[in-house]
């Protein structure tokens, strides 16, 4: 995998071993690409329900460029630059809602499937 964040440089992730969970793959992202910044954490990866997720800072881009014999195809993923998504205020009658907790919402999950 080559992953950049924001503005910044690629970031080269050398996945080992063979059959692993989305998790293990989600560790060894979370491990490889964490390791560079002197504080905080640049990408957070998980595994949920088999799938790879991964989220970069917010408000940074994250960008998977192309590179030979990548696990783009067997984790779901494509080449391309996701931007990050922005915050939704919703007004209810004439005051903005300022807490989760004060709003009824349903949340909806899309996942793009390939054939």
Do not use: W
Not at 59 to 85: D, M
């Amino acid at each position: 995998m080559k992953i950049r964040v924001g503005d910044g440089g690629s970031h080269t992730v050398a996945l080992t071993g063979t059959a692993q969970t989305a998790t293990q793959v989600a560790t060894q992202v979370n491990n490889s690409i964490n390791a560079y910044p002197t504080s905080g954490t640049l990408v957070t990866c998980s595994g949920v329900n088999g799938k790879f997720q991964m989220t970069a800072i917010d408000g940074k881009s994250l960008t998977l460029e192309t590179v030979t014999n990548s696990a783009y195809a067997a984790l779901g993923l494509q080449v391309g630059v996701y931007a990050p998504s922005g915050q939704r205020i919703y007004k209810i009658n004439n005051n903005f809602v300022k807490n989760v907790s004060d709003f009824s919402y349903i949340t909806e999950i899309v996942e793009e499937v390939y054939t």
